[in-house]
């Protein structure tokens, strides 16, 4: 009989990926422990009550780029799964114009000639060329890359296969998928279109989470990255779960839970146990010790491999590439309890409110706002990628109110001048005023103001640097080699220990793979050890 | 000339789309907003308003109203107190169904039952030497379908004689200076009621509605949102999912309540003393076990759905727009065992579903079928399994 304080497989971290790997752990009968450092699950995906009556999800607020076998294999319906349609964008120009799109594809056609009848029928052409590439490379995201280190003949054959796929993509598609994954999103965009709106709304995607600007060589990855979101069946749309992304976790704990994961809340790990090499349990932080042969980190690499366990015990080269994987986050959120909607001149109702809020003109805005962000500043002019979820989600606001998410960069995590914690309402009030310029009268909505800067994110997630994605989107941190050469495939030099978060591959957003794809590699260990 | 329903002045304002069908002679339109599946999330997060006036209403009433309904109708209205609805079908001499419908029980002798078909002579037909007066009010009645988890916090801001309405209850209310009826009833499988309104009042009542429920999210939802809703709630359409047995050619195209998956409104018949039409037909259908269909869901199997459009290197179909063509299901050996007339990608679900009708010995829950659908001129085969109905039935429909 097991006593209480031992399991199976322990997980450390209960963001939506440790949620995930531990669901599938359990769901294949391992007794299963999840331990989460905060009062809540779900890191950097969570719904709060900040002010009352108004749910704010602090962090990460789409519902982005969720494979869509997790659904199915979790069950997830059966515990709530409600992803809401986000039916618009709204992108205002510097002009008093703006651009305003939704569900309609001649009805959008109409809108972008507008502003330039070619841009209309180039984004059709953009649309499928990104749906194709998308479609071409799929298969690579959505399961686990070989381990170019290796001499064994399995993952030779598995780099060999990868090679021959390649080859037989339709050679422009092939040639697109090179321009995106190394090339910079403002040579793709103005390609394609004219008319800066057009290419300031897209180029946004390819800045997300990432200090890179649209003209930076690689901002190109980060936009096919966030063009994976697979929302009912078409490429590149994003959902809003009912609740927010906390909402989202909150299944994902329910559909744990069912399977017999337990869930153990205010539980911060201090350090994983090993014995001769081997995992052998964990310790909390208040000393209390949970044995299991399997731990799993989902946490980002540098707590992975230099805080959780004692990195001498590591090889050098690991641990090299640790210290030098880049994190240097440059995102922060500022959210809004909001008395009423903003309005905004000309425009009535509020369909164009529910959706997303893209403020990034044109290229040159956010390349500016960039800029800054090089030289140890938030941006002056910050991009701010918004959304009014009361509008869509009545559970969200009381009725009337409205609460309003902002996604805003650049903000360094190490500022030349000052630190964050005497520059964060200076940022708030950056783009608080920035909304006043779009959304006249908004100063005099705002109820309350939440502002969470890089430092907030490292601090209360957990996340290293306030990198929202575990660690940059750069080609040297991904694929073959998230987070190091020979150890992207959720394992680590230690036995039993595993990972499983968003520093592994395919890398962050509210996914899920780093989740499901470690416990494939958890459960196939365990059957070739019965074995 | 094409109808409008009272409520008119306000969904022709309402329909950013143009997009109007035809139902049962009156505009309804198909969706209000580009997005038809943002309306159909209004219903199953907030709440969707949908203007169901077009479908036919009869007052009936009269000393004999209650003999003559229980002599008409498949399910015993006998046990449907004033104060209570049912949902009902009523069959000719051979057990056939004829059509399905709600109706209201507003007093001991009055009753108000809706039909999706025209149906003056017939009923009064049916009526002759009984003490009863058959009404066609469809013209002066409009009706609201609020429909979703937030309508009785709404509805009962306004008229709070209804928040305790039972599932399938009835009540008379004030909305605003308008005397209305409402019932617990729809056609979405939610929490959702129906508001029943004289027409000089409809518009009233509309702009009443929306200055409480606007700040909810609640939009006018349109045909697809739904069509949408009544697939997952496992609910049947007529023309759809079956035909009204006086206007078919055979027997192939009418069906009886119990292989429409009504058994359950006649599982009493030994206690039920009633003389009702089809009753013989439908005593003999249980002894002899003669029923030909089931009617069954079908789920289709996800993985086999993606390998089928992966293996033409194509995206994944997932579309929700209620497909009414008729596919084809099968057993494991290939033979064709029955079909689905409604099926599509449930935005809740998230899988492909269908109301089918399968042959008896296939209609086992967690049965293994194969679905037939066509990808580019070609048909496919995808496994599916048979599931029980409704799909989408969550809790507070009936709480
Ligand atoms: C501000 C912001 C906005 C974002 N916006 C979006 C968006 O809109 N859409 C999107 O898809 N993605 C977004 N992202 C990215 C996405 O949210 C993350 O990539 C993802 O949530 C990371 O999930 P994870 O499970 O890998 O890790 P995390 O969510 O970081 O989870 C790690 C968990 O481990 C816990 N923990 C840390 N240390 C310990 C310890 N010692 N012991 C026990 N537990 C510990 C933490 O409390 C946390 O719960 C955003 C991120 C941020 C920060």
């Not at chain 2, 008409?72 to 049912?86: F, V």
């Not at chain 2, 829950?365 to 679905?371: A, D, F, S, Y």
């Amino acid at each position: 009989m097991p006593t209480k304080n031992e399991y199976d497989a322990i997980v450390i971290g209960g963001g939506h990926n440790g949620l995930i790997n531990g669901a599938y752990l359990a769901r294949a009968g391992l007794r299963t422990l999840i331990l989460e450092r905060r009062h809540l699950v779900g890191g950097a995906a969570i719904t709060e009550e900040l002010y009352p009556g108004f749910q704010f999800t602090t962090f990460s607020y789409a519902l982005s780029l969720l494979r869509t076998e997790i659904i199915h294999e979790l069950e997830l319906p059966k515990h709530g799964f409600m992803p809401l349609q986000m039916p618009s964008t709204f992108a205002p120009t510097d002009d008093g114009d703006y651009l305003f799109l939704g569900k309609d594809k001649n009805e959008n056609l109409h809108e972008i000639a507008r502003h330039s009848p070619h841009d209309a029928d180039a984004y059709l052409a953009y649309g499928h060329m990104m749906s194709q590439v998308v479609h071409a490379i799929k298969p690579l995201m959505d399961s686990i890359p070989p381990d170019i280190t290796s001499k064994d003949p399995e993952e030779r054959a598995r780099m060999a296969a990868i090679g021959s796929y390649l080859a037989d993509l339709p050679p422009k598609v092939l040639h697109d998928m090179v321009r995106l994954l190394t090339g910079s999103s403002a040579d793709i965009l103005e390609h394609y279109f004219e008319t800066d709106i057009m290419q300031g709304w897209l180029a946004s995607s390819g800045i997300i989470g990432s200090k890179v600007g649209p003209r930076s060589q690689g901002s190109g990855l980060v936009l096919l990255y966030h063009s994976f979101g697979e929302y009912d069946g078409s490429y590149g749309t994003w959902a809003f779960h009912k609740g927010g992304n906390g909402g989202f976790t909150q299944v994902l704990a329910r559909a744990a839970e069912a399977y017999g994961a337990e869930i153990r809340l205010e539980s911060p790990v201090e350090a994983v146990i090993t014995k001769n090499g081997k995992a052998t349990g964990v310790a909390l932080e208040d000393g209390t010790e949970f044995s299991a042969n399997v731990v799993v980190s989902a946490l980002d690499p540098r707590r992975t491999f230099m805080q959780l366990v004692d990195p001498r015990e590591l090889p050098a080269d690991l641990v090299e590439d640790i210290r030098r994987y880049k994190f240097q986050g440059v995102s922060s959120k500022v959210n809004f309890a909001l008395d009423a909607n903003p309005s905004f001149p000309g425009l009535e109702g509020a369909d164009h409110l529910r959706g997303f809020l893209n403020v990034g003109p044109s290229l040159d805005y956010l390349e500016q706002a960039f800029d800054d962000a090089k030289y140890g500043r938030f941006s002056s002019r910050p991009y701010i990628d918004g959304c009014i979820q009361s509008s869509i989600d009545p559970d969200m606001a009381p009725p009337g109110k409205a609460v309003m998410s902002c996604f805003v960069q650049y903000t360094p995590y190490e500022l030349r001048e000052g630190d964050w914690d005497t520059a964060r309402d200076a940022l708030g009030d950056t783009v608080q005023a920035r909304l006043n310029e779009i959304f006249p009268g908004f100063n005099d909505l705002v109820l309350h103001r939440e502002v969470v800067t890089p430092l907030d994110i490292e601090r209360t997630v957990g996340l290293s640097e306030g990198n929202i994605f575990a660690g940059e989107f750069l080609a040297p941190q991904m694929f073959f080699f998230r987070p190091a050469p020979g150890w992207n495939q959720y394992r680590t030099p230690i036995e039993g220990y595993y990972q499983c978060g968003s520093g592994t591959h395919p890398g962050g957003c509210v996914m899920g793979s780093p989740g499901r794809f470690a416990s494939w590699q958890i459960l196939g260990d365990l059957e070739k050890a019965k074995a | 000339m094409i109808q409008t329903t009272p409520f008119h002045p306000r969904t022709s304002e309402a329909n950013q789309t143009g997009l109007w069908s035809h139902w049962a002679g009156y505009l309804s339109a198909e969706k209000y907003r580009m997005s038809d599946k943002f309306e159909y999330w209004a219903i199953r997060n907030s709440a969707g308003v949908i203007d169901t006036s077009p479908l036919y209403k009869y007052r009936i009433r009269g000393r004999d109203a209650e003999r003559y309904l229980s002599g008409l109708l498949t399910r015993d209205i006998r046990k449907c107190r004033p104060g209570q609805a049912q949902y009902t079908v009523w069959c000719d001499d051979d057990g056939w169904v004829l059509e399905d419908g709600v109706i209201l029980r507003l007093a001991d002798d009055e009753f108000l039952l809706t039909t999706a078909r025209a149906n003056m002579a017939y009923f009064t037909g049916m009526a002759e030497g009984l003490s009863v007066e058959i009404e066609d009010a469809s013209p002066q009645i409009g009706a609201l379908a609020v429909q979703g988890p937030y309508a009785r916090q709404i509805l009962s801001q306004i008229a709070p004689e209804m928040a305790d309405l039972a599932y399938f209850g009835v009540t008379p209310a004030k909305f605003g200076d308008a005397s209305v009826t409402i019932s617990r009833t729809g056609y979405t499988g939610d929490l959702g009621y129906e508001i029943w309104v004289d027409a000089d009042d409809a518009v009233g009542v509309w702009d009443r509605l929306f200055d409480v429920a606007e700040p909810y999210g609640v939009i006018p939802a349109g045909q697809i949102a739904l069509l949408v809703t009544r697939v997952e709630a496992g609910l049947i359409l007529i023309d759809v999912d079956f035909k009204q047995a006086r206007y078919a050619w055979n027997d192939d195209q009418r069906a009886t309540p119990i292989e429409l998956g009504m058994g359950w409104m006649i599982r009493d018949l030994a206690e039920d003393d009633r003389p009702f039409i089809g009753r013989k037909a439908i005593e003999k259908e249980i002894a002899g076990k003669t029923s030909r269909w089931r009617t069954v869901g079908v789920i289709a199997d996800w993985q086999d759905w993606n390998r089928v459009y992966m293996d033409r290197g194509l995206v994944p179909e997932k579309d929700h727009s209620p497909n009414q063509g008729q596919f084809m299901l099968y057993d494991r050996d290939d033979c064709q065992i029955g079909w689905t007339p409604s099926f599509l990608y449930s935005p809740i679900m998230q899988r492909h579903i269908g109301i089918a009708r399968v042959e008896p010995e296939h209609g086992r829950v967690g049965t293994k079928i194969q679905l037939e659908i066509t990808i580019d001129h070609r048909y496919d085969m995808v496994a599916a399994e048979v599931t029980r109905l409704p799909f989408y039935n969550p809790p507070h429909k009936t709480a």
